[in-house]
Every structure is written in C-alpha cells, then in structure tokens.
C-alpha cells in the first residue's frame, strides 16, 4: 500500500530555506515532502487530499539547538532575576538539586510544549543535573519527547567539577567520571538512532569549563570519536568563565578546547560570546558550529555573539532558546526575532535580515546536530513543516509575509507537522490537555523553591 498524498496547497508565502519555488506548495507522501509546486501549477502526482494554505506562512520545521527543559520550573525566580551568570548558578544549584523525576518529566513537556507551538519540530536540550534517584534523567525525557512525537537530541549532560575541587556547582550535584561515561555509553547505544529520519538522537555535553574535569571532556571526546554522535557544551558566554579558564587552566577558552581534543566538527558550543578574531578563524577552520542564544545573553548581560565574524570564517550558527530560567522562554520564534534585533545592533540592519535569521533557525541549526534531511523545504527531507496564520491584531496592515513572521511578532504556529504527521492542528497540540499540564507543572514548580 502505498503512502497518502497530501497538497500543502498555494500558501500565502513560503520559506524554503533554500532557493527552489514552492509558491504553489509542497506534495508530501508518508514521512517526506515529494514534491515541490511551482507558482500558479498543479501537483504532477495525483493526490488523496489538499491542505489549503492560502492564508498561511509556510517554514520548514524551525530547530533548536540549545535548552535545559528543566529550567522552566525555576523561570523569574526573584532571587535570580537581577544578577548574572555565576550568582545566577550559585543560588539555583541548590534549587535544581532537589529535582526529581516527575518534575523533570512535567518540566521538559513544557518546554516541548511551547516549542511546538511556536513552530519547532526538532529540539535538542542539554540536561546535566543527576541527583540521587534521577540517574535515569534522559530516560525520562526520551519518553516525554515520544507523547508529543517531536525530534530531538538529547545531550548527555555532566557535572564532574564540586566546590571543593575548585569548581561551580556543590559537591553534590556532580557525579564521578566513571558514572558519567557509563551512562552515556547506556544511552548512546540505547537511544541513538542514525540516518535519514532519526526521530530521537544522544549527543555528550560536560556542562562547561568550570563544572566539570579536563579529564571527562577529554573522555567525552573520545567516546564521541569511537560512537560517532556530537560533542556540545557551554563555551565563551561570560568574561568570569573566561578568567576561570585562565586561572585555572592557564589558558583562553578556545586554548582550553583544543586541549581536550574538541576543536572538531563534532562539537558545537552554546553562546560562543568572547573570541577573538585568531579564535574565531581557528573555530572556522575546525567546523566548530556555535548556537546563538540572544535573549538569555541579553538577560544575564553576557555579551553579544559576533555571529557574522563567526559565519564569515566558516562556522555555522544556529538558534536556542537556551533557558528556561535565563529566558524565561521557550519559543523560537520569539527568539528569531530577538536574534534579527540583537545582531542589527552590531552587523546593521542589511546584514542581518529576516530570512538570514530564519536560515540559522533552520540550516544553520541542523548543521549544528549534523542533519542536512529536516531543516529545509526541497524534495526528499523530511516534512517538518510550520504553517503560520497571519490574521491576529498584530499583522493587520503588515505587506511582506515573511518578514511580518518577525518585525510583527509571530509567536504562534497554526499547524505543525513532524515527519508527515500533524502535531499541531489549529492551535493545539494534538493530545495534549495543556490546562491540565499547567496545573501539575506550577506545582512541582512551587515545591522545588519551597523554604529555599
Ligand atoms: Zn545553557
């Protein structure tokens, strides 16, 4: 039996993210997209059913690249709102030690949650806390990804680096090197797919300089090298992790990855603020990707990603939302737009334009978790596709469509489709009893701060 035909028929506007004509919309068949409609013509492959999308925006599936889920139980915590990243880390440490799995479960359904809506079909998250009872954290966010059926790439997170060895976090939220490498051997084998359509993908990510050994980032290099999946962590966000590296290390931040056997294409780091421009070439050079995080920059008052220098020596750059207690939200598109805004500040507003920016939501993330089959509108990739109505107060009186995507605001996708199947219909997440999940999530939420 052959797979149903459907025509995502004449849409308002399209980005393809590349340069093929899809003004007349796209054919998809089971999991792909099968053909792509030429303005004013017809499929030339009969169809079983037509989509009509002649009041909406077309995008494929936008990617993020950068997250901690488990953040969203902690958002606008008043005693972090005003301070930046290491006092932000010191008072949350001990909140985020009491997780457990329930609340990491309701947490990360959150976060997807929002994501989806706001038109994301694949998302990575970087997950680093393990207390004791959570060691099957990633597990725990395998099943949640499978109830909402998105993509993802989940980072085996890790802590090696207590207090009392000179590091950031307290003694015990780390785990030993030998547990960490463990379990992500465990998980590489137990969840990591590979190919065309890989729906669930692992990836190792010690959390950042000054919370784990030089030690575990050279053993997740290597571990990386023998099982073939990508390297990620934090690198270059603030001036004190900086300092840190040349303290303790004695050396810069892109120094330090060298010497741990990093600078690769296998590696791609969030925030990458604070290079210099020999730093920048050698990243270019390697096929280092960077994710830019705008918002959670500004609000924490990091620095300014120079994401032009970077893409001009050669390094892809994709979007996170990073967060969600550094945010403190979860929408990529709302975080498109920051990007387009944060980056004109620097490269004016030629450079950085609406669909320079939509390309880092797109192509530029899937190079970042090494995919070249979901992250654009051509034929054979995946349909992952978000479909935006412009018919809200805020686009009335709005002329070019994909730009209105972003200088009007949208935050919001009408439909989404993962892998030829429709995960948002009108507005909502097929499945998903959202009032519901609110109420559970704002109590495991209440709880985590409580007598903190
Ligand atoms: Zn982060």
Redesign the pocket.
């Known amino acids: 039996m052959s797979a149903q035909r459907l025509w995502i028929k004449n849409p308002r506007a399209v980005f393809t993210a590349n340069s093929h004509d899809a003004a007349g919309g796209v054919v998809v068949e089971g999991a792909v997209i099968r053909e792509l409609v030429p303005a004013g013509c017809e499929p030339t492959l009969s169809c079983d059913a037509v989509f009509d999308a002649s009041e909406r925006v077309l995008l494929p599936g936008l990617i993020n690249t950068?997250h901690?889920f488990y953040q969203t139980l902690t958002r606008a915590w008043a005693p972090v709102v005003n301070v930046p990243l290491f006092p932000w880390l010191k008072q949350l440490y001990p909140v985020w030690a009491r997780l457990d799995a329930e609340a990491l479960a309701l947490a990360s359904k959150v976060a997807m949650a929002e994501l989806l809506l706001s038109g994301c079909t694949t998302t990575t998250d970087?997950h680093y806390l393990f207390p004791q009872g959570m060691e099957e954290a990633i597990d725990v966010q395998v099943d949640v990804v499978g109830e909402l059926g998105m993509r993802a790439v989940l980072t085996r997170g890790s802590m090696s680096l207590g207090e009392d060895d000179g590091g950031l976090p307290p003694r015990h939220t780390v785990q030993q090197g030998e547990t960490i490498l463990r379990d992500s051997e465990r998980l590489i084998k137990r969840y990591h797919q590979r190919g065309e359509g890989a729906w669930m993908q692992i990836a190792l990510a010690p959390c950042s300089p000054f919370s784990v050994t030089s030690e575990i980032m050279r053993d997740s290099a290597q571990l990386a090298q023998r099982e073939d999946v990508r390297l990620h962590t934090?690198l270059a966000e603030t001036l004190d992790e900086e300092n840190f590296c040349l303290q303790r290390f004695g050396l810069r931040t892109v120094d330090y990855l060298e010497s741990v056997g990093w600078l690769n294409e296998r590696t791609w780091l969030?925030h990458g603020i604070h290079f210099d421009e020999s730093e920048i070439q050698r990243l270019g050079r390697a096929g280092v990707g960077v994710c830019h995080c705008p918002v959670s920059n500004m609000r924490l008052a990091s620095g300014m990603c120079p994401t032009v220098d970077l893409e001009n020596a050669g390094v892809a750059i994709g979007l996170g939302v990073?967060g969600s207690a550094s945010n403190d939200a979860s929408n990529i598109m709302y975080e498109a737009r920051q990007a387009l805004y944060l980056q004109r500040l620097r490269y004016g507003a030629q450079a950085i334009t609406p669909q320079r920016v939509l390309g880092w939501a797109t192509q530029g993330s899937a190079k970042l978790i090494g995919r070249s089959d979901i992250c654009e509108i051509a034929v054979g990739k995946q349909a992952d596709l978000a479909l935006f109505a412009q018919d809200e107060l805020r686009f009335s009186g709005s002329h070019d469509p994909i730009s209105a995507l972003l200088l009007c605001g949208a935050e919001r996708a009408e439909h989404v489709m993962i892998g030829g199947k429709w995960r948002v219909i009108d507005g909502n997440i097929v499945g998903l009893d959202v009032p519901e999940l609110i109420s559970r999530h704002r109590k495991a939420a209440k709880k985590l701060v409580a007598d903190i």
């Open positions: 950068h901690h970087h934090h969030a990073d």
